[in-house]
């Protein structure tokens, strides 16, 4: 049995609350919020202890974990603080908006021995899982190119402000949208070395973002050979969707693999290493058959089998694990090189420091723009 505090409590953290506090091997100590009255009601119908800070909290409650489900900006300090008490950390995504706290997180959380895990719950998607798998066994031979894909109705109007309108808080469909298949492409393919044709565009947000689309570069299968892409397209101004769809599609040298949260499809090439329980030509398998009984269910599979995997780790005390921070924070490198390259901000290789383009003053061109220039100033032999 282990002691979890629960910090923000709104649409993550009270799905949190529900299933850590259903957990057999789970007792919630305390949870902490800074609206009185969601603390008020919690009190009165759960008998749950309240705290109106955080730090007070982790100086009473004694926790073994803390679960932190605010708004993205405050990640980083709110992890440092439990890291620094020694308390493991179960941390809502995005991890944080700046890569240099993921990697500074990550280290302290590696020196003091914690247990760390990012919600990134498609990973426990069970037709996701089965494609790291097929990819694992080589099934559809050298990958080539994937395609990640997020739609969903969130900003259909222009909105009031609150914290998911505001670029600086962690707002827009990069953070909270595109995250969640590029996390997956992290998964599949590594870590990204560059970013080319990034868009990050309102439709009817004034503040951020409610489209994304980018192309993602990745070391070569083999040495001198092409690059592997990866594009990514985002949006969440798309009434055609009931709700929120993610799907991935990757081509390889001996088939193409297409998956979403229902099924994965999956094309075999004659003479591919065809893996048990599969023909050459097209394939379907469910998520219900790849998916295992959860102890509890809301929201879907996943995120029960997230928060399970996490409580097994704390009791066993293993640090490395499915969405630990050093995998968040590769995702986080990764929306950075799509943000810096938007803008056209370069970066020096060796440091990662911000570095002025060459000639470049003022407001820069978007990513786009800048690579259709450079082509045609190659035609003219006015670039290299």
Same mark, same amino acid.
């Given at each position: ?61 004694? +926790? ?51 247990? *760390? ?29 994937? +395609? ?55 439709? @009817? ?7 994304? @689309?980018?192309?993602? @570069? ?9 690059? #592997?892409t990866a594009q990514l397209s985002v949006n969440w101004s798309d009434e055609s969707q ?36 599969? #023909? ?13 009984? #959860? ?13 399970? *995997?996490?409580? *097994? ?14 995998h968040a924070a590769a995702t986080d490198r990764a929306i950075q090189l799509m943000v ?20 470049? *003053? ?23």
């Amino acid at each position: 049995m282990i002691r979890v505090g629960v910090v923000g409590l709104g649409k993550m953290g009270l799905s949190h609350l529900s299933m850590f506090n259903a957990h057999p091997e789970v007792e919630v100590a305390g949870i902490c919020d800074s609206a009185g009255y969601m603390l008020g009601v919690l009190n009165k119908y759960t008998g749950l202890k309240t705290y109106a800070d955080m730090g007070a909290m982790l100086d009473d409650a004694e +926790l073994d974990a803390v679960v932190i489900s605010t708004p993205s900006s405050m990640h980083a300090p709110m992890v440092r603080t439990a890291l620094e008490r020694g308390v493991s950390v179960f941390c809502e995504k995005p991890f944080c908006l700046d890569p240099a706290d993921s990697a500074a997180l990550t280290a302290l959380a590696e020196e003091k021995g914690l247990v *760390t895990q990012v919600g990134y719950h498609y990973r426990f998607v069970g037709a996701f899982a089965e494609v790291k798998r097929l990819l694992d066994l080589g099934a559809i031979g050298r990958v080539t190119h994937v +395609l990640a894909e997020a739609y969903g109705p969130v900003v259909l109007k222009p909105q009031g402000s609150t914290w998911r309108t505001k670029k600086a808080l962690g707002g827009g469909s990069l953070y909270d949208y595109a995250a969640h298949p590029l996390n997956l492409v992290n998964w599949y393919l590594g870590e990204a070395e560059r970013a080319g044709g990034s868009v990050l565009n309102p439709v @009817f947000s004034r503040e951020t973002d409610d489209e994304v @689309f980018s192309t993602l @570069f990745f070391d070569p299968a083999t040495p001198g050979g092409a690059p #592997v892409t990866a594009q990514l397209s985002v949006n969440w101004s798309d009434e055609s969707q009931r709700k929120m769809t993610t799907k991935v599609t990757i081509w390889g040298t001996e088939g193409r693999i297409s998956a979403d949260r229902q099924e994965v499809q999956v094309f075999l090439r004659d003479g591919a290493a065809v893996p048990d329980g599969y #023909v050459p030509g097209w394939n379907v398998k469910y998520t219900t058959e790849l998916t295992e009984e #959860v102890w509890f269910y809301l929201r879907g599979e996943e995120y029960s089998a997230q928060v399970d *995997t996490f409580v *097994t780790r704390v009791i066993k005390g293993e640090t490395e694990g499915v969405n630990n921070f050093a995998h968040a924070a590769a995702t986080d490198r990764a929306i950075q090189l799509m943000v810096d390259d938007a803008a056209g901000v370069v970066r020096a290789p060796a440091t990662g420091a911000l570095a002025a383009p060459a000639g470049r *003053t003022g407001r820069s061109l978007p990513g786009a723009v800048r690579s259709r220039v450079r082509s045609l100033l190659q035609k003219v032999g006015v670039a290299r």
